[in-house]
């Protein structure tokens, strides 16, 4: 594989998105934002106890969230789009959003507790079922795993999964009522006591993550040489399936399907880090972070009642951009 030199500024680039950080913790209301930054700057006595309560106990936990939940979608379209060796791959597309979002339908309307370790066990059953059954039957229809027949057979049963958990929800108001703001992929639901258990899901992935990303690399040389170099690839392949699924299931199980940062951070990593997958990988955490959490910043100053999803500004922020990406690449060629 070869790679092409990459600029200081494009390395750090990535890292000024953190900048930005602070915009979408204080962003909201204008007294808010207000008191937000003299409480940053000169402590924690100016601001209302009503501002202070509002931002350490919803909006920093947000932020928080929407940073870890950011995070794990750009690693797991990283990882998808290396696997599958296509460009488009992510888990929205390949229907693990909306099986992840089919295994929390059935618990909802199941006797079971709804508890943030049950959501995400059920988010990890539906996402597990939902890439089996994609991998699985484009393997025996066509013999091999193409991009083409993986995104087609992807895009068939998102819609099929999404169908099927609409006729649920139907046979359950109060089911429909409890999750549907959740459905769209929004962050405004998340609460305190989700950051421990998110966090201890989504850290040790992107850990595992990391170190999938050279047995990776040599899976993309080719099995004949992956195994010439002590690889198995069925394990390497089951191993980044397994940390993709993880990464899914627990964003999707405190957020819902999220769309998009699994589509364009990867590519917006590539751009900017080289085709390393070590650097692809960190850039997409970092990037995937900062995107969602500022997308998130700017549907609270756009509307301050909350109702629209994150995934709205994420498509008004990255769609033009990765227009522009795909008429630059298609030039290049």
Same mark, same amino acid.
């Given at each position: 594989?070869?790679?092409?030199?990459?600029?200081?500024?494009?390395?750090?680039?990535?890292?000024?998105?953190?900048?930005?950080?602070?915009?979408?913790?204080?962003?909201?209301?204008?007294?808010?934002a207000g008191s937000g930054?003299?409480?940053?700057?000169?402590?924690?006595?100016?601001?209302?106890?009503?501002?202070?309560?509002?931002?350490?106990?919803?909006?920093?936990?947000?932020?928080? $969230?929407? %940073?870890?939940?950011? !995070? +794990? /979608?750009?690693?797991?379209?990283? @990882? *998808?789009?290396? &696997?599958?060796?296509? #460009? =488009?791959?992510?888990?929205?597309?390949?229907?693990?959003?909306?099986?992840?979002?089919?295994?929390?339908?059935?618990?909802?309307?199941?006797?079971?507790?709804?508890?943030?370790?049950?959501?995400?066990?059920?988010?990890?059953?539906?996402?597990?079922?939902?890439?089996?059954?994609?991998?699985?039957?484009?393997?025996?229809?066509?013999?091999?795993?193409?991009?083409?027949?993986?995104?087609?057979?992807?895009?068939?049963?998102?819609?099929?999964?999404?169908?099927?958990?609409?006729?649920?929800?139907?046979?359950?108001?109060?089911?429909?009522?409890?999750?549907?703001?959740?459905?769209?992929?929004?962050?405004?639901?998340?609460?305190? $006591?989700? %950051?421990?258990?998110? !966090? +201890? /899901?989504?850290?040790?992935?992107? @850990? *595992?993550?990391? &170190?999938?990303?050279? #047995? =990776?690399?040599?899976?993309?040389?080719?099995?004949?040489?992956?195994?010439?170099?002590?690889?198995?690839?069925?394990?390497?392949?089951?191993?980044?399936?397994?940390?993709?699924?993880?990464?899914?299931?627990?964003?999707?199980?405190v957020s819902g399907p999220?769309?998009?940062?699994?589509?364009?951070?990867?590519?917006?990593?590539?751009?900017?880090?080289?085709?390393?997958?070590?650097?692809?990988?960190?850039?997409?955490?970092?990037?995937?972070?900062?995107?969602?959490?500022?997308?998130?910043?700017?549907?609270?100053?756009?509307?301050?009642?909350?109702?629209?999803?994150?995934?709205?500004?994420?498509?008004?922020?990255?769609?033009?951009?990765? %227009?522009?990406?795909?008429?630059?690449?298609?030039?290049?060629?």
């Open positions: 594989m070869t790679t092409r030199p990459v600029s200081p500024w494009r390395r750090w680039l990535p890292l000024a998105v953190l900048l930005l950080l602070p915009l979408a913790l204080l962003l909201g209301g204008d007294n808010l930054w003299r409480w940053l700057l000169g402590g924690g006595e100016a601001m209302s106890p009503v501002d202070y309560l509002v931002l350490t106990e919803l909006r920093l936990p947000r932020l928080l $969230a929407a %940073l870890l939940i950011g !995070a +794990a /979608l750009g690693t797991a379209g990283c @990882l *998808l789009q290396r &696997l599958t060796h296509n #460009p =488009l791959a992510s888990p929205g597309l390949l229907g693990l959003n909306q099986g992840a979002a089919l295994g929390l339908v059935c618990l909802l309307i199941s006797p079971l507790p709804f508890t943030l370790w049950h959501a995400c066990l059920a988010a990890l059953g539906g996402a597990a079922l939902a890439m089996v059954l994609v991998f699985g039957v484009v393997r025996l229809a066509t013999g091999r795993l193409a991009a083409d027949s993986l995104l087609l057979f992807g895009a068939l049963l998102s819609t099929l999964l999404g169908g099927l958990g609409t006729m649920l929800l139907l046979l359950d108001q109060h089911a429909l009522d409890v999750i549907r703001f959740w459905l769209a992929g929004s962050l405004s639901l998340v609460v305190p $006591a989700q %950051l421990p258990p998110l !966090a +201890a /899901l989504v850290f040790p992935a992107l @850990l *595992l993550a990391l &170190l999938c990303g050279r #047995p =990776l690399e040599i899976l993309e040389t080719g099995g004949d040489t992956a195994r010439s170099l002590g690889l198995n690839p069925v394990l390497v392949l089951l191993a980044v399936s397994a940390v993709v699924l993880l990464l899914t299931a627990a964003s999707v199980a999220i769309l998009f940062v699994g589509l364009v951070v990867p590519h917006m990593a590539r751009f900017w880090l080289g085709e390393r997958l070590h650097r692809q990988l960190i850039g997409s955490m970092v990037l995937g972070a900062g995107l969602l959490a500022a997308a998130d910043g700017l549907v609270l100053a756009v509307d301050e009642q909350d109702r629209l999803p994150p995934g709205m500004a994420l498509a008004l922020l990255g769609v033009p951009w990765f %227009l522009w990406l795909v008429r630059r690449r298609y030039l290049e060629r």
